[in-house]
C-alpha cells in the first residue's frame, strides 16, 4: 500500500509532465479500438441483414467444377424453374420461391445519361419481385411491378437520384438496354448497407437478367415443424445431386465471409498503422519516465537510503506507468466511439450505407484497448524503471546524473551494427530475388531489422549526424545557435528515442512515395513502349455489347476497333501437369501497330498463325520453350493442341499472361460460351485529331455511362489518381504516428526546459535575453526534427527502392525517385520541429531568472 500511495503521489506530482504521454496512449488507443468499432458495425449490419431475409433453405446451382469455371464466367449459373416445384413438395416447406439476383446490369437515369445506384464500392443488384416472409424490402409507395415495363425501386436510391414514381430508369447489361417506368418505391425493413435495388417481373427479370426461362435460386421457407438441418436434408433428397443446398445460418455465415473479406482489408491496415503509432509512442513514454527519472535521481536516492530496495524503486515506476496506461487507455476507449463515427461518415461518402446509431462495443474494442496501452506503457517505462533501479543512494545524493553507462553504449553500438547491416544485406537480396515471393520475405525482415538498428544505433548516429546538421548554427544564429547544437548532442540517447519516433513516421511517407511514383512512372512508361492504340473503352460492370463497339466503329476519325476477350484455362504439359494461366484470346492482328510486346524469343505473328504466346515468368516454371507442343484445356472437355510461338519479357504489359488468336480458339469453343468483352481499343484515322476524336466517342458513347472512356494521357491520368488514392490513404494513417511524434519532440523539450531551470537562469544571469533563449530552445527543436528526417528519409529511399526492386517483374520496371516529396520531408521537418518549440520555448521565456537559479 506504501508502494502505491508513494506513486501515486508522484504521478500526480507530476501530472502536467505526464501529458504528452497520456495523449500519446490516447491517440493509439482510440484508433484501434475505433477501427474495432467501425469494424464491428459494419458486420453487425450485414450480419442483421443477412439474418432478417435469409430463407430456411436455399436452393442454389451446382457449383462449377473445374473445368467449368469458363461456362461460369460466361454467363448467370441458374437452376430450372421446375426444380421450385419440387422443393415446394418437400414435407415441412411451407412456401418455396424462385428466385432471380444478378449484380451484372446497371441502372441509368435516361433523362441525364447518369448512373443510378453506387458507382463504387455497394453492388447493384436486380431481380424479381417476389412475395417472401421474409422479403428485405416493403413496397411504401406505389405498386410491385406488374407488367414487361415496370420496375420497382428502392427508396435510397431513389432518393439519391431524386427519382419517383412515373419516372424513367434503363437497364443496361450484356443482352442490351431495357426501358422501364418507376411503379413503385421499396423501403428497407433493415439498415441498407448501400446498394441499389430494382425489381422486375419475374417473367421480364429472366428474360431481361438471364436470357433464359430460369432461377438463380429457390428460396424455401418452412412451416416450423422441421428443423433447417432436416429441411436441408429433404430438400437436397428432393432436387438430386449436384444442386448447393444451404440452410439459413450457412447461407448469412457464407454471405458474412464475403463481406468481411473487403472489410478485413481495411481493418487490419488501419490496425497496422494504430500499432505503428503505439510504438511511436512509446519512444515518447521512455523519454518521459527517463527523464522523470533523472529529475527524481535525488528522491530516489532517499527512498534507496532509507530503507527502499532496488525492486521497489522499480515497482514505483512501473505502478506510476501502469496508472498511465489505465488512463489512457479509458480515454483512448471512449475517443474510438469519435474515431468509429467519422469512419463511418468516411465510408458513407465512399457509397456504403451504415448509420451511427447501430455503433457496436463488444469484448474486443475494450481487450484490445487496454491491452495496447498498458502493454506499450509498461514495456516503454521498463527501461527507465531498470535504470532508476540501479542508482545506488550515495551516488544520488552526490550526483543529480544518472551513472555512466560506457559498457552498455558499447553493446548498443556493436548490436546496432550488426542489426543495421543484416537488414541492409537483406534488402539487397530483396531487391535482387528473382521471384517476387522471395524478395518480398527478404524485404519484410529487412524493413525489421533496418529500423530496429537504426533505433538502437539512434545515440551513435546523433553525436555525429547532430554535429553535422548544427555546425552552421553557430556562424548565423551565435550565442544561441551554438547553445541549440550542443544541448541536441548533450543526451545523444535522449536526442535519439525523440528522433526515432519521428524518423518512423516519415520512412513509412517515404517509402510509400518512392512505391507510387515507380508505379506510374512504370506504368507510363509501358503504355509509351507497348500501348499503339489511341483510346482506351472498359465496360465497368456490365460488359461491352456489341451495340457499343459499333458506335466506336463508326465514330468519325477511328480507323479500327481492337478487342480482347479473358477467360482461366489450363496448360497440360508433356509430363502431364496442367498448370492454370489467365488465357487471352485476340484477333490475329492484335499484336502489331496496337500493341508492341517485349518478346523474349520467338515471334508475335506465330500467335496468328495458330501458335500460343505465354509470359516468360510461366514458361520458365514450367520448363517450356519456342516449339515446344502444350495442350490448351478450355474446359467442359474441349482441348487444343498448340505450339508455343512466342514467350514475352517479364515485366511488361503482356509479360504474365498467355495469348491465343480468336480465330483459333472459335475451332473448339462455340461463340455462345466464348467470355464476354471487358475492355476493347480503337484506334485513330492517320491526320485524325486525337482530343477531337476522343470528345466525338464521349459524345458517341453518352447514354453508356457505365464506359471508362480514355485516351492515353487520360488512361495515365487515371492509373496514376488510382495510386494516388491507396497512397493519400497512407498518408493519412501514417500523420498519426507522425502527429504523435511531434508530440514527442514537445514532450521532449518541455521536459528539458524543466530540467535545466537552473541552467536557464544562470544564462540569464549572465545576459541572454528571452529572445536569444527562445530561439536556442527553436532551434534545438528544427535540429532535432531535421535529424529524425534525415534518418526517415535514408531508411526510406532504401525501403522503397527495394520494393521496387522486388517489384521489377511485376509491373514495376522503372525506379522513380520523387524528389519533390524528398524536398518536402525536410522543409516540413523544419516546420515541424518549429511548432513542436512553440509552447517549451514560451515557457522558458517567462522564467523568473532569480527562481531558476534558486532551483534545486
Not at 444451404?246 to 464475403?258: G, L, P, V
Not at 447501430?358 to 531498470?386: E, H, K, Q
Amino acid at each position: 500500500m506504501m508502494l502505491l500511495r508513494t506513486s501515486l503521489r508522484s504521478f500526480f506530482a507530476h501530472k502536467g509532465r505526464m501529458a504528452l504521454s497520456l495523449i500519446a496512449v490516447v491517440l493509439s488507443v482510440a484508433f484501434v479500438s475505433g477501427t474495432l468499432v467501425f469494424s464491428n458495425t459494419a458486420t453487425g449490419t450485414f450480419d442483421r441483414l443477412f439474418a432478417a431475409t435469409a430463407s430456411d433453405v436455399s436452393v442454389q446451382p451446382p457449383k462449377p467444377a473445374e473445368d467449368e469455371e469458363q461456362q461460369a464466367a460466361v454467363k448467370v449459373p441458374t437452376v430450372p424453374v421446375p426444380l421450385a416445384d419440387r422443393v415446394a413438395a418437400v414435407p415441412g416447406v411451407k412456401k418455396a420461391i424462385g428466385q432471380v439476383m444478378v449484380g451484372n446490369a446497371v441502372l441509368v437515369d435516361p433523362a441525364t445519361n447518369k448512373l443510378v445506384g453506387p458507382t463504387t464500392g455497394a453492388p447493384t443488384l436486380l431481380g424479381n419481385w417476389t412475395d417472401t416472409p421474409r422479403n428485405p424490402v416493403t413496397i411504401t409507395s406505389g405498386h410491385e411491378p406488374r407488367n414487361s415495363g415496370e420496375l420497382v425501386l428502392d427508396a435510397d436510391t431513389a432518393k439519391k437520384a431524386k427519382l419517383g414514381l412515373g419516372d424513367k430508369v434503363r437497364v443496361e447489361n450484356g443482352g442490351g438496354r431495357h426501358d422501364f417506368t418507376i411503379a413503385g418505391i421499396a423501403t428497407f425493413s433493415t439498415t441498407n448497407p448501400g446498394a441499389a435495388l430494382g425489381f422486375l417481373d419475374t417473367p421480364t427479370a429472366q428474360q431481361v437478367l438471364l436470357g433464359e426461362q430460369a432461377y438463380t435460386s429457390i428460396e424455401a421457407f418452412g412451416d416450423g415443424s422441421r428443423s433447417d438441418e432436416r429441411l436441408k436434408a429433404e430438400a437436397a433428397a428432393a432436387v438430386g445431386g449436384g444442386y448447393q443446398v444451404k440452410t439459413a445460418a450457412e447461407q448469412k455465415e457464407e454471405n458474412t465471409k464475403q463481406v468481411g473479406s473487403s472489410l478485413d482489408f481495411m481493418k487490419y491496415a488501419m490496425l497496422g498503422f494504430a500499432f505503428v503509432s503505439a510504438i511511436v509512442g512509446a519512444f515518447l513514454i521512455v523519454n518521459t519516465f527517463s527523464m522523470l527519472v533523472a529529475q527524481r535521481t535525488r528522491e530516489i536516492g532517499l527512498l534507496r537510503a532509507i530503507g527502499g530496495s532496488r525492486r521497489q524503486v522499480n515497482r514505483s515506476v512501473l505502478v506510476e506507468a501502469l496508472i498511465l496506461g489505465v488512463l489512457g487507455s479509458t480515454l483512448g476507449v471512449a475517443a474510438g466511439l469519435g474515431v468509429a463515427v467519422g469512419l463511418i461518415k468516411l465510408m458513407n461518402a465512399l457509397g456504403m450505407d451504415l448509420k451511427a446509431a447501430d455503433l457496436r462495443i463488444g469484448p474486443d474494442v475494450f481487450v484490445a484497448g487496454y491491452a495496447l496501452g498498458i502493454v506499450v506503457t509498461l514495456v516503454a517505462a521498463w527501461f527507465p524503471a531498470r535504470r532508476a533501479s540501479r542508482i545506488s543512494p550515495m551516488a544520488a545524493l552526490r550526483d543529480h546524473g544518472t551513472p555512466a553507462e560506457g559498457r552498455a553504449n558499447l553493446v548498443r553500438t556493436v548490436v546496432g551494427l550488426l542489426l543495421t547491416a543484416g537488414g541492409g544485406a537483406l534488402l539487397v537480396l530483396g531487391a535482387r530475388a528473382e521471384k517476387a515471393a522471395t524478395g518480398g520475405q527478404y524485404l519484410g525482415l529487412g524493413v525489421v531489422l533496418t529500423l530496429v538498428g537504426f533505433v538502437v544505433l539512434g545515440p551513435l548516429l546523433a553525436s555525429a549526424i547532430v554535429r553535422v546538421l548544427g555546425a552552421a548554427l553557430p556562424a548565423v544564429f551565435g550565442p544561441s545557435g551554438k547553445l541549440a547544437q550542443r544541448n541536441a548532442m548533450r543526451n545523444p540517447r535522449r536526442t535519439g528515442a525523440t528522433a526515432a519516433a519521428l524518423m518512423i513516421g516519415l520512412a513509412l511517407v517515404i517509402a510509400s512515395s518512392v512505391f507510387s511514383s515507380s508505379a506510374v512512372t512504370s506504368a507510363s512508361a509501358q503504355i509509351d513502349r507497348s500501348v499503339g492504340v489511341d483510346y482506351i473503352i472498359a465496360g465497368g460492370r456490365t460488359g461491352v455489347t456489341p451495340e457499343m463497339v459499333d458506335i466506336v466503329r463508326r465514330t468519325p476519325g477511328i480507323d479500327h476497333v481492337t478487342t480482347q476477350e479473358f477467360f482461366p484455362a489450363k496448360v497440360q504439359l508433356a509430363d502431364g501437369r496442367k498448370p492454370k494461366t489467365e488465357l487471352t484470346a485476340v484477333p490475329p492482328a492484335f499484336f502489331g501497330t496496337d500493341f508492341r510486346p517485349t518478346v523474349k524469343s520467338g515471334a508475335v505473328d506465330a500467335i496468328g498463325r495458330g501458335s500460343l504466346g505465354i509470359g516468360e515468368a510461366f514458361a520458365k516454371d514450367n520448363n517450356l520453350k519456342v516449339g515446344d507442343q502444350v495442350t490448351v484445356d478450355y474446359g467442359k472437355g474441349r482441348t487444343q493442341t498448340l505450339p508455343v510461338g512466342a514467350v514475352f519479357a517479364k515485366g511488361e504489359l503482356f509479360g504474365d499472361g498467355s495469348f491465343v488468336a480468336m480465330d483459333t480458339m472459335a475451332k473448339v469453343v462455340p461463340a455462345a460460351e466464348q467470355p464476354p468483352v471487358w475492355t476493347f481499343f480503337a484506334k485513330a484515322s492517320a491526320g485524325a485529331d486525337v482530343a477531337r476524336t476522343l470528345t466525338a466517342l464521349q459524345d458517341g458513347l453518352k447514354e453508356y455511362p457505365q464506359l471508362t472512356i480514355k485516351d492515353q494521357a487520360g488512361y495515365k491520368e487515371l492509373v496514376q489518381s488510382q495510386v494516388n488514392t491507396l497512397l493519400y490513404l497512407i498518408y493519412g494513417l501514417v500523420a498519426l504516428s507522425i502527429t504523435v511524434a511531434v508530440l514527442g519532440v514537445v514532450n521532449t523539450l518541455a521536459l528539458s526546459v524543466v530540467e535545466r531551470t537552473r541552467e536557464i537562469g544562470l544564462l540569464r544571469a549572465i545576459g541572454l535575453s528571452r529572445r536569444q533563449l527562445r530561439r536556442m530552445i527553436r532551434l534545438e527543436s528544427v535540429v532535432i526534427a531535421v535529424f529524425g528526417a534525415v534518418l526517415g528519409t535514408g531508411l526510406g529511399l532504401a525501403w522503397g527502392v527495394t520494393a521496387q526492386g522486388v517489384l521489377r517483374d511485376q509491373g514495376l520496371g522503372t525506379l522513380s525517385v520523387p524528389t519533390t516529396m524528398v524536398a518536402i520531408t525536410l522543409v516540413s521537418s523544419v516546420l515541424i520541429g518549429l511548432f513542436a518549440a512553440l509552447v517549451p520555448a514560451f515557457r522558458a521565456g517567462r522564467m523568473n531568472v532569480l527562481a531558476a537559479i534558486a532551483t534545486d
